[in-house]
DNA sequence: CTGAAAGCGCTAACAA
DNA sequence: TTGTTAGCGCTTTCAG
C-alpha cells in the first residue's frame, strides 16, 4: 500500500509534476483551468505531500523548535503550559508544525529539522545557546533577558513587577516586608528578588537579612521559609512570594498557625494562576501575559525566519498587580 | 555557508558515503578502523545528519505526532502538562521526536511526518479518528476507552474510580451524595458520573436529581453548581467533584458560605493535583497515574510502530484513592 | 566488509 | 503559462 504521490496526482490531472507542486504552493502563474484539474486531482486521490520530501527540496522545514529545559520548575508550571499554549493556537494559524524538544541541556533538534527555535526559558542550557547562535538559527528565548547578546527574548520585566509590588504594599502601609524568592537559578527568580531588594531599599524599609527567604518555586521550600519568617520575633507584616503557588502554599502556613490572611499577614503572589484566585484568601498577585509570551515569540520569530530582521527583538511585555484580598492596611489611616 | 553533508564526511574519512551512513545508523558490519575514522570526521565537521533526507530515504519519520484537541477543558488542564511531560521524558530517551498539533479537529499531522500518532483525548475529534483509521498509521488515544473499535488507548477506569469514592463516603456513613460532574461532552466526566450514578444504585442511596450538577470542569461551572447544592432543603452531607480544581472551587464556596469542610460536608475530589493536597483543607481525592500514562501511551505506539503489535492495546491504569482531610464520618458510630 | 548507483518525493531554475 | 531536468541529503539494494 504506496501513498499517491505529486507524479500521480499529475498524471491524473494531465500536466506535469511542476504543475501540481505550483498549485500546492499557492504559485500564481497557473492557468485557472488547470488549477481546477490539479485540485480535483488532489482531492479524488486523497493526495497530501510528503512534508518530508517538502522540506529536503525546499530547503526549508515549515516547523519551529520549542525548546524545552527538563527541569521541574519551569517543565511543570502554569507557566509551562500557557506559554506553550500561546505558541500552539499561533502556530496552528500559520500552519507551521511545532518540535517539542524537552531537553537535558545539551541537545537541540538538528538544525535542518526546523527553520527557527523557541527556547522556553534557558535555564540550564546556557552552554545551547552558543552553539545555536554559531549555527546561525533563527531564535527566540522567552522569559529570560539577553541584554548582552545579539539574541531576540520575549519576557516580562519581573523587577519592575516586584518594585510595584513592594510599593503597593507600602502604600497599605506595610514596612517589614518579606520575600520567599523563587529558584535563583532562573532570571525570573533572581529579577523578582532584585527588584524585591532594590524596592526595600529605595524606600529605606526595615530589611533583616532574615527578610529574605530563599526558596525554589517548590512547594516545600515555600512552607519552610513561611515557617521561618513566623517564627521571627519582628514577624513581617507583609510576604511577597514569587510565584503564586508559593504564595497559596505561605498563606496556608500561616493560617496551619492560625494566623489570619491577611488580617495578620499580606501576601502577594506572581503569575494569576487562576486556581490562586479562587482559593480561601483570593489571592492578590501580578499577572503575566503567559499566553501573550508565546504569541509573540513565535511572531518575532517567524520575521526573523522571514529573513526580514537582522537585529534581534527585545520585547519587554508589561504586568499588571491584580488586587484581590490577600492584603490589608496595617493602620487605621488618619481622616 | 553550507551544512556539512554527508559526502563531506565521506570524503575527509576516507571512505563512500555508504560506509558514513553505515555508522550512522548503527550497522555492524564496518571495519573498526573505517568506524573510528568516520566518527572522528564527524566530530571534525561538527556533522548532524539531515533528518528530512534520513526520513525521505528511509521512508520513516522517527517522529511521533501528539494531536491535542483544541479544547480548554482539555488543553487548559493538569492533566494535559502532565501526560505531555510523561510523552515528552520518554520520548526524548528513545530519541524521538515529538510533533505538537494543536487540532480543531479537522487536522492531522501528514502521514509520513509521524511515524505514529498519540491522541490527548479525542474530544472533538471522532471524525478525525476515521481517516486516520483507514490510513493503516498507529495510533494509541490517551483518556478515552474505545472498546469497539480495534484501536489502542490508555485510560484510567473512571467508572470504577468514582463508585470507590461513592464506597468511601458511604463507609463514612454518609447516604446524601451529591455530584458536580465534568463536561459531559468528554468520556472521562461521562464515565465519572456513570461511576457515581451506578454505586449510588447499587448501595440504595438516596437519589435526588438535584444530586446530579451537570458542570464542565470550569472553575465557574463548579461555583454555580456548589451553589444549588448548598441552597438544597435536603442538603447532601457528602459532594464529589469530577475535577480537583473543581473540588476546591466547590470547597471555596462553601466556605463563603459558612459551611465547614469536612464537619459540615464531605468534597472528593479526582487528579491529585499538587495544589489540592496543600489548600486551606487538604483534598480527598483520586489520584490517576498521568505522566504514566503518557509513558505507557508511548510505549505501546513504538510497538506498535515496530510492527510487533497487530492486534490493538488496551490499557487500563490503576486510580487510587488519596485519603486526606476533606471528608468525615457523619455519625458517631457505635462501639 | 565496502562502494556504486538508484532512488525517496518534491521544488526550482531554466527553456520553451 | 508550462514542462524538462537537475538536484535536496540520505539510505539501500546489489555486486564485489
Redesign the interface.
Given at each position: 500500500?504506496k501513498?499517491t504521490d505529486i507524479s500521480e496526482v499529475a498524471r491524473t490531472a494531465g500536466v506535469s509534476t511542476t504543475t501540481v507542486s505550483r498549485v500546492i504552493n499557492g504559485v500564481t502563474t497557473v492557468s485557472p483551468e488547470n488549477r481546477r484539474r490539479v485540485l480535483v486531482a488532489i482531492k479524488q486521490l486523497k493526495y497530501?505531500?510528503?512534508?518530508?520530501?517538502q522540506?529536503?527540496a525546499a530547503g526549508k522545514?515549515n516547523?519551529v523548535g520549542?525548546v524545552?529545559p527538563?527541569y521541574e520548575g519551569i517543565?511543570?508550571s502554569y507557566f509551562?503550559?500557557e506559554v506553550?499554549?500561546g505558541i500552539?493556537?499561533s502556530?496552528?494559524r500559520i500552519r507551521c508544525?511545532?518540535?517539542?524538544?524537552?531537553?537535558?541541556g545539551k541537545t537541540i533538534?538538528?538544525?535542518?529539522?526546523v527553520d527557527g527555535l523557541i527556547f522556553l526559558d534557558i535555564y540550564g542550557c546556557e552552554e545551547l545557546l552558543d552553539d545555536v547562535l554559531n549555527q546561525?538559527i533563527p531564535i527566540v528565548v522567552v522569559n529570560h533577558r539577553l541584554e548582552d547578546l545579539p539574541v531576540s527574548y520575549v519576557a516580562v520585566d519581573n523587577i519592575l513587577a516586584a518594585e510595584r509590588v513592594v510599593g503597593y504594599l507600602v502604600g497599605l502601609g506595610h514596612r517589614d516586608i518579606a520575600t520567599i524568592t523563587g529558584d535563583l537559578k532562573t532570571q525570573a527568580g533572581l529579577d523578582r528578588l532584585d527588584g524585591f531588594l532594590k524596592a526595600v531599599k529605595a524606600r529605606q524599609l526595615v530589611m533583616r537579612d532574615a527578610y529574605v527567604q530563599v526558596a525554589d518555586f517548590g512547594?516545600p521550600s515555600a512552607r519552610k521559609a513561611m515557617e521561618v519568617l513566623l517564627k521571627l520575633s519582628d514577624r513581617p507584616t507583609a510576604v511577597f512570594a514569587a510565584s503564586d503557588?508559593m504564595a497559596?502554599?505561605a498563606i496556608?502556613t500561616a493560617?496551619d498557625k492560625g494566623i489570619r490572611v491577611p488580617e495578620e499577614l499580606s501576601v502577594v503572589g506572581f503569575d494569576d494562576n487562576?486556581?490562586a484566585s479562587?482559593?480561601?484568601v483570593p489571592l492578590t498577585t501580578v499577572r503575566q501575559p503567559l499566553q501573550e509570551m508565546g504569541r509573540q515569540a513565535l511572531e518575532v520569530l517567524v520575521q526573523q525566519m522571514g529573513g526580514k530582521k537582522r537585529n534581534p527583538t527585545q520585547l519587554l511585555l508589561p504586568t499588571e498587580l491584580v488586587e484581590r484580598q490577600s492584603c490589608r492596611q496595617t493602620w487605621i489611616e488618619a481622616r
Open positions: 500500500m501513498a497530501r505531500p510528503n512534508p518530508n520530501a522540506r529536503l522545514a516547523t520549542l524545552i527538563r517543565f511543570n509551562a503550559l506553550i499554549k500552539g493556537t502556530a496552528e508544525d511545532l518540535l517539542l524538544h524537552i531537553t537535558n533538534p538538528a538544525r535542518s529539522a546561525d512547594l503557588d497559596l502554599e496556608q493560617l487562576p486556581i479562587h482559593g480561601r
